[in-house]
C-alpha cells in the first residue's frame, strides 16, 4: 500500500474535544486471490462484508454530499480543513469499494442490482430530505461505521480471519473511519445543532441499515447453492455477530446522550498502531 499523501496535524476541535490526524491515502489493492469465503472460509460472514461493500460506493458519495451541501456555512477553520480531508478520504473509499465490488462480480454474485437498487436509493433521499435531515443521516451512518471500525481493529480474534487481501481494504477502511468519524458531526453541529433531528434520525436509521444489510446478506446467501447449506458455519457466525452486538451495543447508545462527541471513544492509540502496520515507511 502506498503512503500518505496529505496530513492535518492533531489539534483542538472548535468543540473542545481532541481531533484525529485525518490522512488521505491512494492504496492499490488486489482481489485476484481473493477467495469467495474470504472471511474464515465462513459464507455468511463473508457475505455480510459483501453486502456492506455493495452500499458502500453510493453511500459514501451520499456523505460527502450531505457535507458538502453545507460547507459554505462552516466558519472554523479547523473544520474547513477536516473536511477536506474527509472528502478525500471517502473519495478514495468509494473507488476501493468499487474495485471490491468488481471482485463480487467476477466470482459470480449476481450484485449489480443491488447496487443500482442502491443508487436510486440514495438519489431519492437527496431530493426528498432537507439539508439538515441528510446531515443528520449521515451523522449517523458514521456513527456506525465508526463503531464498527473500531471493533475491528481492536479484535485480533476478528480481523484475523480475514484473507490477507481483503484484510488489507477492510483494514484500512477501518483505520480511516476513525480518523474522520466526528468530521461530520462536527459540521452538523456548528450549522444545525439540533439534537431533536440528530436523535429521530438515528432510530429511523438503526432500523433501516441493519434490515437493508440484513436483507442484502440474506439475498446473498440465499442464492449461494454452497455456502447456504453450511449451517455449522452459520452457527459459528451467529455466535460472532451475537459477541459484537453485545460489545457495540453501549457505544451505539451514547449517540442519543446530549453531550456525544464520536472522540469521546478513543481511538487514538489503535489508529497509531493500525498507521505504522499499514503505513510503515
Not at 11 to 23: A, D, E, L
Not at 44 to 60: D, I, Q, V, Y
Not at 112 to 125: C, F, G, L, T, W
Request: aromatic content about 12%; some cysteine.
Amino acid at each position: 500500500m502506498q503512503s500518505a499523501v496529505s496530513t492535518l496535524d492533531v489539534k483542538k476541535s472548535s468543540f473542545g474535544t481532541h481531533r484525529q490526524n485525518i490522512t488521505v491515502r491512494r492504496p492499490e489493492f488486489n482481489f485476484d486471490q481473493l477467495p469467495k469465503y474470504y472471511f474464515n472460509n465462513n459464507p455468511l460472514l463473508s457475505h455480510l462484508l459483501t453486502a456492506l461493500s455493495l452500499t458502500f460506493p453510493n453511500g459514501e458519495r451520499f456523505f460527502v454530499h450531505a457535507v458538502r451541501n453545507v460547507r459554505d456555512q462552516v466558519k472554523a477553520k479547523d473544520l474547513q480543513a477536516d473536511v477536506s480531508a474527509f472528502i478525500g478520504q471517502e473519495a478514495m473509499h468509494s473507488h476501493a469499494h468499487e474495485d471490491f465490488n468488481d471482485f463480487a462480480k467476477r466470482i459470480g454474485l449476481d450484485v449489480q442490482p443491488i447496487i443500482d437498487s442502491e443508487y436510486a436509493k440514495v438519489e431519492q433521499i437527496k431530493e426528498i430530505l432537507s439539508d439538515k435531515q441528510q446531515l443528520a443521516v449521515t451523522c449517523a451512518l458514521e456513527h456506525f461505521t465508526a463503531i464498527i471500525a473500531q471493533y475491528l481493529l481492536e479484535h485480533k480474534d476478528f480481523h484475523e480471519q480475514l484473507h490477507p487481501d481483503a484484510a488489507r481494504l477492510w483494514m484500512w477502511h477501518a483505520l480511516e473511519e476513525t480518523e474522520h468519524k466526528a468530521v461530520a458531526f462536527d459540521v452538523y453541529k456548528e450549522v444545525f445543532d439540533d439534537e431533536v433531528v440528530r436523535k429521530r434520525t438515528m432510530r429511523i436509521i438503526t432500523t433501516t441499515f441493519l434490515s437493508r444489510i440484513g436483507f442484502i446478506t440474506a439475498k446473498l446467501l440465499i442464492n449461494d447453492k454452497k455456502g447456504r447449506l453450511q449451517f455449522k458455519q452459520h452457527w459459528n457466525a451467529f455466535q460472532q455477530l451475537s459477541q459484537l452486538a453485545k460489545a457495540l451495543l453501549p457505544v451505539y447508545l451514547d449517540y442519543y446522550k446530549t453531550d456525544f462527541h464520536p472522540n469521546q471513544h478513543d481511538s487514538d492509540a489503535i489508529a497509531d498502531e493500525w498507521r505504522g502496520r499499514l503505513f510503515a515507511s
